[in-house]
């Protein structure tokens, strides 16, 4: 949808929502202010399933938003910058927030989070919400006519807190004491030795090298937000159609569109995008300003802090496991399976967050301890390995904007192209009942990937952002 607005500059106005059930409207472009070079992006916001709680898990849902901009007449998406002032409190920051809300803003202004600001559960519909986009500092001139585009991806808040690393089961290469096989309690982000001893960190069959794991290494400890679902076919559409020709081209594993670039309309939109390559994957992160998460904060996500582990227990804090059987409206939004908690033995993956309603449990919709969908099966999540490689790791976020001659994902931090740095957690849809103990928590069966652009069936995930 396209609309033009006047105030010094034409500006046309698209937006669009990439999850699996969240919806912006009415954006618009308003407030301008050429003094200090400012207008307020506006939008109201919707999505189902929302809640905020202060007992057991003591998190919330909310939205991660960000935006993209390019000027009349020329092609290139751009990363828009909202205003950021110490404690990037909305009022602070200059935003507007919905009553019922809070509207958060990290430090490099790349986004905003938004969530409930009281305890509660159900349907989200907030109207009136304003970010302070300071254009002037992405370099466009108060009279430029700008079109831009609004996303809203689902995220979950990961509190900080102590939790076990391993299950005391007997999951391929789990994480373990030193001393013992045993579950590891982390207790801090300060740097962790691997080794034998008791205090330190150690894995079944040493496949864990010994050595020191820095304290910038992200563990899990302090607090995250972590995307709800894995990345969905819309929203891989919607990334591939602000990217230039050559480079969309470059990054499309499959014909899982219709249409052309940049028109591109995904065959089965809230279906989880799988076949991407490390590559693909790390670059909608960096465009979305997220980044990888680590394979200790994946086990944080799943099992949640100071709770005894069961052994072998997947993301849904058992060990009861049936997968999906008997589809209604297979590949559209109202997706629904008559049984089973997790995408596994099928030929195609799951509608993103297909098994979770008002009513289903933890064990009936395989969401995790904190509500994040899908982390055992249906797409492989993409982790940094805790071993050596990986080790070079912190926690630096996407800018927004792909770098070099291939236009490709540019943190430095980001790319090793030693075996090792990155692996895998959960497991795939298309794995048979044979492989369930892959699809655990603490399985590490594929905690080694050689980094390629080699495109596997399962491969996806999806993104993390450090909490501030």
């Not at 005391?168 to 001393?179: K, Q, S, V």
């Not at 509608?351 to 797409?379: H, K, V």
């Amino acid at each position: 949808m396209k609309k033009l607005f006047t105030f010094l500059s034409f500006v046309i106005m698209t937006h669009l929502s990439i999850a699996n059930n969240v919806t912006t409207a009415n954006v618009s472009v308003g407030s301008q202010n050429t003094s200090l070079h400012y207008s307020m992006v506006k939008f109201d916001i919707a999505w189902e399933n929302s809640w905020r709680t202060v007992t057991n898990e003591s998190n919330y849902d909310g939205c991660w938003i960000f935006v993209k901009f390019r000027k009349k007449n020329t092609y290139a998406w751009q990363h828009a910058t909202f205003n950021y002032v110490s404690p990037g409190t909305a009022g602070a920051s200059g935003h507007t927030e919905p009553s019922g809300s809070t509207i958060s803003t990290p430090s490099d202004g790349k986004g905003i989070f938004i969530y409930r600001n009281a305890v509660g559960n159900g349907n989200i519909n907030w109207t009136g919400a304003q970010l302070r986009w300071n254009y002037g500092a992405d370099g466009v001139a108060d009279n430029d006519s700008v079109e831009i585009k609004l996303f809203a991806v689902e995220v979950v808040y990961v509190p900080q807190g102590s939790f076990y690393l391993g299950s005391n089961g007997t999951e391929p290469y789990h994480l373990r004491r030193g001393d013992k096989d045993t579950c590891f309690n982390l207790t801090s982000e300060n740097a962790l030795t691997v080794g034998t001893l008791a205090s330190d960190l150690f894995s079944a069959s040493g496949t864990l090298q010994n050595g020191t794991i820095p304290a910038l290494y992200p563990k899990g400890f302090n607090s995250f937000w972590c995307m709800k679902y894995e990345i969905s076919q819309q929203q891989y559409a919607d990334f591939l159609n602000t990217l230039d020709a050559a480079t969309a081209t470059t990054r499309t594993p499959s014909a899982f569109t219709t249409g052309s670039h940049p028109a591109l309309v995904p065959n089965q939109p809230e279906r989880a995008m799988n076949s991407l390559s490390n590559d693909d994957v790390l670059s909608l992160l960096d465009w979305s300003a997220l980044r990888p998460m680590t394979e200790l904060e994946y086990e944080k996500a799943c099992r949640g802090a100071n709770q005894a582990p069961v052994p072998n227990e997947y993301a849904w804090g058992n060990t009861t496991i049936e997968f999906v059987q008997t589809p209604t409206d297979i590949g559209l939004s109202t997706e629904t399976w008559a049984s089973g908690n997790i995408g596994y033995n099928n030929s195609y993956p799951i509608r993103c967050g297909a098994l979770a309603t008002s009513t289903s449990t933890r064990q009936s919709s395989g969401g995790s301890f904190y509500g994040i969908m899908e982390m055992s099966g249906n797409i492989y999540e993409i982790v940094v390995s805790a071993d050596v490689p990986g080790r070079t790791f912190i926690s630096k976020h996407g800018d927004g904007n792909l770098g070099g001659a291939t236009q490709n994902f540019d943190v430095a931090e980001w790319y090793n192209s030693s075996p090792g740095f990155y692996g895998y957690r959960g497991d795939h849809y298309g794995q048979s009942s044979f492989y369930y103990s892959y699809a655990s928590i603490s399985s590490r069966v594929n905690y080694m990937t050689y980094y390629n652009n080699s495109r596997l069936a399962g491969g996806g995930g999806r993104g993390v952002r450090t909490a501030e």
